[in-house]
């Protein structure tokens, strides 16, 4: 299984652009979440879907930010427009829903806006 | 609000001197404990899922214990690859994980 694959690896952006991040999840989960990294704040949930839909975005940081599940294996997170203070590592990751099973995260994304 | 406490932040050990990592917790019902393993420049890496008070679960140098308000990680004679931030979370529903800061352990040859 090649696990969680997202894309870029790395992005180098200036205020005001427009950053797509992409998560294909591991085959066969259909729960999806969406992670943010910093060192201030630590590792935080922005949004989880379930069967490709939305259940919980209330850790999206404001109305930039936005992300879609059109199938089962591809979801995206976009940031428009980006801003300095978005700097930071995305993580995507999956699992199967049920209640005792652990999420397999991707290798992030981290994304620079100069 | 869930909350993680981790500590130390920082935990510099030789090769084989033995210690313990600690997780404190606030939960309005615990749904799992989580243990990741996070390497420089990767995503976590899952390590154990502690369900209840009194439960251990071990893997090579590494075993991980609960109690109602925190848990341990202990790593019994370490090896330099054991050397990673170790990254504690808490579910309180069926999905979300409320992680703490981790602890970075650097093991000495």
């Known amino acids: 299984d090649a696990g969680v694959i997202q894309s870029p690896r790395h992005e180098v952006t200036e205020m005001g652009q427009e950053v797509t991040l992409r998560c294909k999840p591991i085959?066969?989960?259909?729960?999806l979440f969406w992670y943010r990294q910093t060192m201030m704040r630590g590792l935080e949930l922005l949004i989880y879907?379930?069967?490709?839909?939305?259940?919980?975005d209330s850790g999206m940081p404001e109305d930039r930010f936005s992300a879609k599940m059109p199938n089962a294996s591809f979801s995206t997170l976009k940031i428009q427009p980006s801003e300095p203070r978005d700097s930071a590592v995305y993580f995507c990751?999956?699992?199967?829903?049920?209640?005792?099973?652990?999420?397999?995260f991707g290798p992030g994304t981290r994304l620079t806006v100069l | 609000e869930d909350q993680v406490t981790q500590s130390p932040e920082a935990l510099r050990l030789q090769e084989g001197e033995s210690s313990s990592l600690n997780c404190s917790y606030t939960v309005s019902g615990l749904r799992g404990l989580f243990w990741y393993r996070q390497d420089p420049g990767k995503g976590p890496e899952f390590l154990f899922t502690l369900y209840s008070a009194g439960e251990e679960k071990e893997k090579e140098r590494l075993k991980a214990t609960l109690t109602k308000k925190e848990s341990f990680l202990h790593i019994t004679a370490p090896k330099p690859e054991d050397s990673a931030t170790y990254l504690c979370a808490v579910r309180s529903n069926d999905y979300k994980l409320s992680f703490g800061a981790g602890t970075t352990v650097t093991v000495r040859a």
């Open positions: 879907f379930n069967n490709n839909v939305p259940i919980d």
């Open positions: 990751a999956s699992t199967q829903r049920d209640f005792y099973n652990e999420q397999f």
């Open positions: 085959s066969g989960h259909n729960s």
